[in-house]
Nanobody
């Protein structure tokens, strides 16, 4: 069993910053891709940023230049540094781990989500 624990969400004013963290726990040999998704009220979940075990990154156009994804492979933890936040960034942010290698094979895991609210 693999569990993702997110932290760092909250309420911030427009222009402010937040740092999200997501730590994976359980019997993990390797996590190939870790990512952050967001889901705004009434909308579908969408990719914010992803990072491979080798450090390659991918960002949604809406966050390029403002958000930075990073990871600590030794701690099985992924971070999302969010700067210059806008009200339209308001959403529940979900951590996602894909192709998690465990003793029983590969898993895909989602976190419970953390709310980010940006006031104007």
């Amino acid at each position: 069993q693999v569990h993702l624990e997110e932290s760092g969400g909250g309420l911030v004013q427009a222009g402010g910053s937040l740092r999200l963290s997501c730590a994976a726990s359980g019997s993990i040999f390797r996590i190939n891709v870790m990512a952050w998704y967001l889901q705004a009220p009434g909308k579908q979940r969408e990719l914010v940023a992803a990072i491979t075990i080798g450090g390659s990154t991918n960002y949604a156009d809406s966050v390029k230049g403002r958000f930075t994804i990073s990871r600590d492979n030794a701690k099985n933890t992924v971070y999302l540094q969010m700067n210059s936040l806008k009200p339209e960034d308001t959403a529940v942010y979900y951590c996602h781990a894909d192709r998690v290698l465990t003793p029983t094979g590969y898993l895909e895991v989602w976190g419970q989500g953390t709310l980010v609210a940006v006031s104007s």
